[in-house]
T-cell receptor, first 109, second 115 residues
């Protein structure tokens, strides 16, 4: 079967660092995406990993371990505007996205 | 980056009426478009995948006669919710992908409320 797990909710402090984990079991794998979604808005693309390792893009980094079926999104120097849901999605053998339920990130001053 | 628009952004209708939602890729040719539905505090649920010029592929449990999808051109796909009922109230989001590319670009979504 196909399954993606990520925490439902996380809380962090402005200026701090937070890591959002995602574990997956999918039939076929063509990469893993992270999207950010603010309430009432459509998702926006953050990162794509298909090879093992860390991809850094400004304050956001994403890591993938294919052998462990594991990824994380690392957010540094948190800002209040980072309060949003973060969606982990894998691309299966048919190039369709399989979505996790999302992690709601709450940033406190 | 690529831009996808959706219209309308918000619609309120009476039960039993039909509602059409348009999804347009503004600066690229979308050979594949996806329609999602998202209920409050839940993740995206893929409803159907449409390829330009061919019939849409619906996910299990999605009624093709109720949710009519047309992808007549490389820049436009429409979703028509026929005989809408209150349980169809949801956030409908489209995304588009260019041929040979992996990334999907999302429209801003349409909030449908059926009274």
């Amino acid at each position: 079967g196909q399954n993606i797990d990520q925490p439902t909710e996380m809380t962090a402090t402005e200026g701090a660092i937070v890591q959002i984990n995602c574990t997956y079991q999918t039939s076929g794998f063509n990469g893993l995406f992270w999207y950010q979604q603010h309430a009432g808005e459509a998702p926006t693309f953050l990162s794509y990993n298909v090879l093992d390792g860390l991809e850094e893009k400004g304050r956001f980094s994403s890591f993938l371990s294919r052998s462990k079926g594991y990824s994380y999104l690392l957010l540094k120097e948190l800002q209040m505007k980072d309060s949003a849901s973060y969606l982990c999605a894998t691309m299966d053998s048919n190039y369709q996205l399989i979505w996790g339920a999302g992690t709601k990130l709450i940033i406190k001053p | 980056g690529a831009v996808v628009s959706q219209h309308p952004s918000r619609v309120i209708c009476k039960s039993g009426t039909s509602v059409k939602i348009e999804c347009r890729s503004l600066d690229f040719q979308a050979t594949t478009m996806f329609w999602y539905r998202q209920f409050p505090k839940q993740s995206l649920m893929l409803m159907a995948t449409s390829n330009e010029g061919s019939k849409a592929t619906y996910e299990q449990g999605v009624e093709k006669d109720k949710f009519l999808i047309n992808h007549a051109s490389l820049t436009l796909s429409t979703l028509t919710v026929t005989s809408a009922h209150p349980e169809d109230s949801s956030f409908y989001i489209c995304s588009a992908r260019e041929q040979g590319e992996l990334e999907q670009f999302f429209g801003p979504g349409t909030r449908l409320t059926v009274l």
